[in-house]
Each structure stands twice: as structure tokens, then as C-alpha cells.
């Protein structure tokens, strides 16, 4: 089966390459010159413009974005849908809000055109390790595309599966996301209150290490901090600031859309945005109202 793969960006060159070595071939492309040259130096096809690109394509055409979530994807598709023919299937890898799966599936639906939302997890480790896939959409359309997923999985009979209907993997993968929110923070607490207990010294990549076999918290994502504690020793020359992709506020906007209790995943999002904030105002307001009600020291800049 022949894919068309847009967005060539580090996760979609991998999960191109990972397609090739699985004997699918790739046409790829990416607005970047520099990344569609990236790919034929894996011996790859490109092509230069989305036209260009379904011409390579027989019918019915497989199409899998890799692209930003949001007005990226949306005028993506919107240059896509006057080149697709009824019979073809458009997949959407990437992190979609699952609100606007359902209507993408709805508006290509009405075109005879197959819409598949596949929340993607495995980040940049996918081609080495392979990917979770959480696969929503029409089971017949699903189900023609079971090779690649076969392909794309860590093993070909696990880490992949049709979860519901459209909107289905998004939704999974978005509250996916906001539990990986909820563990790193978790994972960052903890490591925080080892450094501070000074009188004991612990070698934290030691200890990350040691919980990795056997322990309880044992994770991937425990094995990561183990590599980062070891790649950047104190951490001295990291940023305190730490990013969100949106999917974090999605799951905290839903928890809180469907009356359920998430206070986990609702305070990791907040540490995350408050990293943000350099000049602290609200840390400064409280040490000012100490000082007013109770006369406590204020420390100066």
C-alpha cells in the first residue's frame, strides 16, 4: 500500500521510515524543501505541492497528516479535498481536539472520502520502539488500513486498536495526554524533595535508575528521567519553563464539561503555566500581604 505522508517533520520522517522498512512505500511532503531532501536521502519519493503529491498516489489513495493541530491541519485538508475522489482515505495523526475530527469526518463523509482521527503517542523513540495508536473512525475504513497500523505499532497484534468512531482517538489520546501530565508532574515533585533533603547527597539518576527494575513507579517515562538526569547533572542549564501542546487544557475543559473530578491532571496543567511566569506577580501580591497583615520580612530584588 502506497501512503502519502504530509508533514515531514521529525515524527512523520520517522513514522515514514518505519512505513518503508515495513514494505509500504512513502511519497512524502513538507512545504520544507530542506525536510523533503531529508527524505530522499532515505530514498524516498517527494513531491513538491499536495497536487503533486495525490497525482503519485493510485486510487483509493491513502493520505496521513502529520501536521500541527489546528488552522494548519484545517487548510491542509482544505487544499486536500478538492484533489480526493470518493474512495480514498484521509488519516490524521496528529493532536487533533476530537471536536474537530468529528467535523472534518463529517464534512469528507459527505464527500465519499474515508476520515480517520489516530491519536499518535511514541513521540521522537517511535521508529526505533513503535507507536501506541488510538484509531477512531468507520470500521470498514479502519480496517483497510490494518497494515499500517500492524506496521506502525511496537508489534504487529499490540499497541494499536479502532477505540469508537470518529472523534474516538483523538479523544483517547487527548486524555492520554493529560494523565502524562499528571505523571510528570508527579515524577518532578518527587525528585525535587530528594534534591532538597541536602544532608543526604542521593544521586538522583541513581535512584531513577533503581526504581526503573522492579519498583512500583517503574515507567518509561522514569527511564527518560534517568537519561536526562544523567545528560544534564543538576539541571543548572535548563530553563525553568515548561511548555504545553493544549492537549492538557482539552482534557481539564472536558473534566470539567463532564462534572468530573480531575485534580491531578488540573494542578500539573497550572504548575506548567506558572513556570511561565518570570515576574511572578502573584507570588509578589502574597509576600506583600504577609508584610501588610502580619508584618512578615519582605525580601527585596
Request: charge should be negative; aromatic fraction near 6%.
Amino acid at each position: 500500500m502506497k501512503i502519502g505522508m504530509i508533514g515531514l517533520g521529525r515524527m512523520g520522517a520517522n513514522m515514514a521510515q518505519r512505513l518503508r522498512r515495513g514494505g509500504h512505500p512513502v511519497v512524502g511532503f513538507d512545504p520544507r524543501i530542506e525536510a523533503r531532501k531529508a527524505l530522499e536521502g532515505q530514498g524516498a519519493q517527494t513531491a513538491e505541492s499536495l497536487a503533486a503529491l495525490v497525482a503519485k498516489l493510485q486510487p483509493p489513495r491513502v493520505l496521513w497528516l502529520m501536521v500541527p493541530a489546528g488552522e494548519v491541519t484545517d487548510a491542509t485538508l482544505d487544499g486536500l479535498l478538492p484533489l480526493l475522489q470518493a474512495g480514498d482515505t484521509l488519516v490524521d495523526g496528529g493532536n487533533s481536539h476530537y471536536q474537530d475530527s468529528l467535523r472534518r469526518a463529517a464534512t469528507f463523509a459527505g464527500h465519499g472520502i474515508g476520515y480517520v482521527d489516530c491519536g499518535t503517542s511514541g513521540g521522537v523513540w517511535g521508529l526505533a520502539e513503535g507507536h501506541s495508536l488510538m484509531i477512531g473512525g468507520d470500521e470498514a475504513v479502519v480496517e483497510r488500513l490494518y497494515p499500517l497500523f500492524e506496521c506502525l505499532a511496537p508489534v504487529p497484534d499490540r499497541g494499536w486498536g479502532c477505540v469508537g468512531p470518529a472523534g474516538a482517538g483523538h479523544f483517547a489520546k487527548m486524555v492520554h495526554n493529560g494523565i502524562e501530565y499528571g505523571l510528570m508532574q508527579a515524577y518532578a515533585e518527587g525528585f525535587s524533595i530528594l534534591r532538597h533533603k541536602c544532608e543526604f547527597d542521593l544521586d538522583l539518576q541513581q535512584l531513577a535508575d533503581i526504581w526503573s527494575h522492579g519498583s512500583v513507579v517503574r515507567s518509561w517515562l522514569l527511564e527518560l528521567t534517568a537519561k536526562a538526569l544523567a545528560e544534564h547533572p543538576g539541571l543548572h542549564d535548563i530553563a525553568p519553563y515548561v511548555a504545553d501542546s493544549g492537549e492538557g487544557r482539552w482534557t481539564v475543559d472536558e473534566a470539567i464539561a463532564l462534572g468530573v473530578p480531575a485534580p491531578v491532571i488540573t494542578h500539573a496543567l497550572i504548575a506548567r503555566l506558572r513556570s511561565r511566569d518570570p515576574e511572578s506577580f502573584a507570588d509578589r501580591l502574597l509576600a506583600v500581604l504577609r508584610n501588610q497583615f502580619g508584618g512578615h520580612e519582605l525580601r527585596k530584588e
